[in-house]
């Protein structure tokens, strides 16, 4: 099964099994599939390409950008130290409207990582090769991105020095967390989800951080990639203890990335409140964080692609195919916008009704309308292969989507509260100052870490992309081996079990 | 630091071929040889089978982590909300499967992920461990990143210089070489 795959990847990219060198190609293969890597890389460029981003010396543009970003960071540090000394009473929230920006940002924020454990995990279960030029800056992305939705939920509690009531632990009230809540099943999901994605990260970062500690130069660099390479040596008998335990981690993360969004979006719909309470829900939110969530993995990645000229590991077709996960995760969320208007007036309950059709065209309507506008309407573009293929059209797009996705948070938070049952409570929500400050101070902290990361370790995952290069892995003659010819020992379609 | 040389730990040779280094492994296996180890930039299919490695127990190790996590979520819902401190939320139930799950399925997922990677590194692998007696030879630093090194350790009951040296030059090896300890002085 796997033998057939690897087999079938390993030669894709050629006609003949003979150009499939890997370290120097025959002019006479013509592509029938875009190879992964341009220029004809060997294994030993792909080491000198990566490893020299971490290795040069950093540019005043890239102080000015780090600076820039702990500019914004800090000033959202200060909106956050000024709520926690006054109280979320310095937020818009009011009686009605009890979630507001905090939840908006949180789910926006837990919704961005899910693309980069889709593209660690899924995508390897399904042996999508082209994920490995992406899938180390979109796992740094998800743990970065938890890290701001953690912000806000553990603000928004109004007391965060107690947060840590939100575990079980025996304490001398002899209380207990409630189970019952979908609030506590969030606890547990999301501090999972960013274990694992951290294990996952660091499991895939240990031989690479090895390759640098190998080549590093300065005293404080070996030290530092030394003590995180854990002594890798690139051992075999290591290796095959690690690839099971990576594959493990695939297995893992893959009902894990499903179950976490599912279980932000019980937060609204096991309540009973009319515009939250639909079983829609979980796989309605899952599609729109993979959505937002290769949004922004195409926003960072067009940017690193320019600025580290990345151009021959992250091509055209990988931008290609995240269009087209774009378009089919956009397509998922406007059939779950349809699908919930649609039970909405079928389900006959008037509130119901009245909450979906308040929604499109009440007080909110302009956040409806952006929403669709952004989410539904805008990735139909993608439809072209010329447009998908547009760099320029693809950044622009990427970053409407996520304004899109930002925008349904919003609208299913604050149209459901808004118009509560009675009318008398009926109220209208504007964020201050404050909330601002600190969303934007979210993306500042964001971009810190991102380009830390971007720097001081490798960007691409080496040993990932080494093993799928052409010519990588030994040929071996399966009987299920049909997919390529029989060469000599150059030849190198790999099968494997 | 000064380094003197002392006596001879291994004989390693270097590949650049997935081909030759898995018929290499297998031709060190037929040869009986048991300390011996390839070292690799990435992961080459094939060739722990072709050393001879049997399959990892990792597999193991996850279950037993899986179970725990799950029967630790079961018990610390169970006793906290049924047993120890009952509070009526709603007329809902105490304690009830169905609004487990999300814990159950969170602390399996949890305590499987923590036991495959401190089992995977630390006990299977045995890291972290920041001195390898060969770190010092050119050819396996560069295992991280594009050779292949094959190493025969001295400790090997059947390792003479000779017969090693002979072995790896008759299954292709390049740069066929006697590595000696390197006595570290501060």
């Known amino acids: 099964m796997e033998a057939k795959e690897q087999v079938a990847t390993a030669t894709a990219g050629y006609t003949n099994g003979a150009a499939m060198n890997g370290y120097h190609d025959s002019p006479s293969a013509k592509p029938v599939r875009e190879p992964l890597v341009l220029g004809n890389k060997t294994i030993h460029q792909i080491t000198e390409d990566i490893c020299g981003i971490a290795e040069q010396k950093a540019t005043p543009k890239f102080w000015a950008a780090l600076l820039a970003s702990m500019l914004v960071a800090g000033a959202g540090i200060g909106a956050l130290t000024y709520t926690i000394a006054v109280g979320i009473g310095v937020w818009g929230l009011n009686n009605t409207i009890g979630w507001g920006w905090d939840i908006t940002n949180f789910v926006f924020w837990v919704g961005i990582g899910h693309a980069g454990t889709l593209i660690s995990a899924v995508l390897f279960l399904f042996r999508q090769k082209w994920r490995t030029a992406i899938n180390r800056s979109a796992e740094a992305m998800t743990i970065f991105a938890v890290i701001n939705a953690a912000v806000f939920v553990l603000t928004h509690t109004g007391r965060p020095w107690l947060d840590y009531w939100l575990l079980p632990y025996p304490n001398q009230m002899k209380m207990w967390v409630n189970f019952r809540s979908p609030l506590e099943w969030d606890v547990f ?98 599609a729109g964080a993979i959505f937002s969530g290769f949004a922004m993995v195409l926003t960072l990645m067009l940017v690193a692609r320019e600025i580290l000229d990345l151009h021959e590991y992250i091509t055209l077709k990988h931008i290609d195919n995240m269009n087209k996960i774009i378009l089919a995760t956009g397509m998922i969320v406007g059939y779950a916008y349809a699908m919930e208007f649609f039970i909405a007036w079928y389900s006959g309950n008037p509130y119901e009704r009245f909450v979906f059709i308040n929604r499109a065209t009440g007080d909110y309507a302009w956040s409806y309308w952006m929403m669709m506008t952004c989410n539904v309407f805008s990735p139909q573009f993608f439809w072209s292969a010329r447009l998908r293929r547009n760099v320029w059209f693809t950044f622009v797009l990427s970053i409407v989507v996520n304004i899109g996705m930002w925008f349904e948070r919003f609208t299913i938070i604050s149209t459901s509260l808004h118009h509560g049952y009675l009318p008398s409570s009926w109220h209208y929500y504007t964020p201050t100052w404050v909330e601002i400050t600190i969303f934007v101070g979210t993306f500042g902290l964001f971009m810190v870490f991102f380009l830390l990361f971007a720097k001081y370790l490798p960007i691409i995952a080496l040993g990932e992309i080494k093993s799928i290069m052409p010519g990588a892995q030994p040929s071996h003659h399966h009987h299920d081996d049909h997919a390529h010819d029989e060469h000599s020992g150059e030849v190198t379609a790999k099968a494997h079990h | 630091m000064e380094a003197t040389i002392g006596n001879v730990i291994a004989v390693m040779g270097d590949f650049k071929n997935p081909d030759k280094v898995t018929a290499a492994a297998k031709g060190i296996h037929g040869a009986g040889y048991t300390k011996f180890d390839i070292y690799t930039p990435y992961p080459v299919h094939g060739l722990e089978k072709a050393m001879g490695m049997p399959k990892t127990s990792l597999p193991k190790f996850a279950l037993a982590g899986g179970l725990f996590g799950l029967s630790s979520a079961f018990a610390l819902q169970y006793w906290t909300g049924g047993i120890e401190y009952k509070l009526n939320i709603g007329g809902k139930p105490l304690f009830a499967p169905q609004f487990g799950v999300p814990v159950f399925f969170e602390l399996m997922v949890l305590c499987t992920g923590l036991t495959v990677f401190f089992t995977m590194f630390g006990y299977l692998n045995r ?30 009951p059947r390792f003479t210089v000779e017969t090693a040296q002979a072995l790896l030059s008759k299954l292709g090896a390049d740069n066929v070489r006697v590595v000696r300890e390197t006595l570290e002085q501060d």
């Open chain 1, 189 to 286: 999901a999301v501090s999972t989800y960013f274990t694992i994605s951290l294990l996952f990260w660091f499991t895939g970062l240990v031989p690479d951080l090895a390759s640098l500690r190998n080549r590093a130069k300065s005293k404080i660099a070996k030290a530092g990639y030394t003590v995180f390479s854990l002594g890798w040596t690139g051992s075999t008998r290591n290796w095959h203890h690690y690839e099971f335990a990576y594959m493990i981690f695939a297995g893992l993360s893959t009902p894990l990335v499903l179950s976490v969004h599912s279980i932000v979006s019980f937060d609204f719909a096991v309540s009973i409140l009319p515009g939250w309470h639909t079983t829609i829900f979980p796989p309605y939110f899952v």
């Open chain 2, 127 to 156: 890291l972290p461990n920041w001195h390898s007696k060969y770190q010092y030879d050119a050819g396996f630093q560069a295992a991280t990143d594009d050779n292949f090194c094959v190493v025969l350790e001295a400790e090997d």
